[in-house]
């Protein structure tokens, strides 16, 4: 089955530590986007890619990093610098080539800094 | 720049009673206009899309939205609603250009009461 895999589901770090959020799809879109998303506060855009080898920042970019090497893979890492790092992250992917545009979401990964 | 406004945080509803949860959006261009349903501790599940055509739109279990322009609106509807449809939704915007980023509201929390 088609589909973007995130993992871990739950992940668990002391601060001050860098983590890695991974996503995987196997979709073949060429677009991936990585969300935060708090309580009360919707989904924020962190970094997003439209092809690979290259990606742009979001809104909230400061403190996190991404890279993307190949189409299917668009890791997060979240560093020691982003000032409230709990949250709840979403990956995403799209395809404009299926003339549909919407975005096909990860199950997500809760990160929990302590 | 596009914005959404979801006029409700929470929506309080007894069972098989219609619902109705109001989005508002603003852009300078053109745009397409989606709904999203979440539950707990999961990623995003789209309900319905607007591209273009019909300003009705029908989704899944039972949802449906209308596009109204002048109103800048895209409020989504469900006649009778279910215990299941307990969750969070959550209207998005993005310019028609394809593999944009969506740009969310902050949700609409839905229960639904026995």
């Known amino acids: 089955d088609g589909g973007i895999t995130q993992s871990p589901k739950y992940l668990f770090r002391k601060e001050g530590q860098n983590v890695t959020l991974s996503c995987e799809q196997n979709?073949?879109?060429?677009?991936m986007y990585w969300y935060r998303q708090d309580p009360g506060q919707g989904l924020r855009l962190i970094y997003y890619s439209q092809i690979v080898n290259d990606f742009q920042k979001g809104d909230i970019a400061e403190g996190y990093s991404v890279s993307r090497e190949k189409k299917e893979s668009f890791p997060l890492t979240v560093t020691s610098a982003q000032k409230n790092p709990t949250a709840f992250y979403l990956c995403a992917s799209s395809s404009r080539r299926t003339g549909m545009y919407e975005q096909y979401f990860g199950p997500g990964t809760r990160l929990t800094v302590t | 720049a596009q914005s959404v406004t979801q006029l409700d945080s929470q929506v309080p509803v007894f069972e098989e009673a219609p619902v109705e949860l109001r989005c508002n959006y603003s852009?300078?261009?053109?745009?397409?206009l989606f709904w999203y349903v979440q539950y707990p501790n999961q990623g995003l599940q789209l309900l319905l899309k607007y591209l273009s055509g019909s300003t009705l739109v029908k989704g899944i279990n039972g949802f449906e939205a209308e596009f109204n322009k002048s109103q800048t609106s895209f409020h989504l509807r469900k006649p009778s609603v279910h215990i299941s449809d307990t969750a969070e939704y959550f209207c998005?915007?993005?310019?028609?250009?394809?593999?944009?980023?969506?740009?969310f509201g902050k949700g609409t929390r839905l229960s639904v009461i026995a």
């Open positions: 979709l073949n879109h060429d677009a």
């Open positions: 998005a915007v993005s310019e028609n250009s394809g593999n944009t980023p969506l740009v």
């Open positions: 852009s300078s261009v053109s745009v397409y």
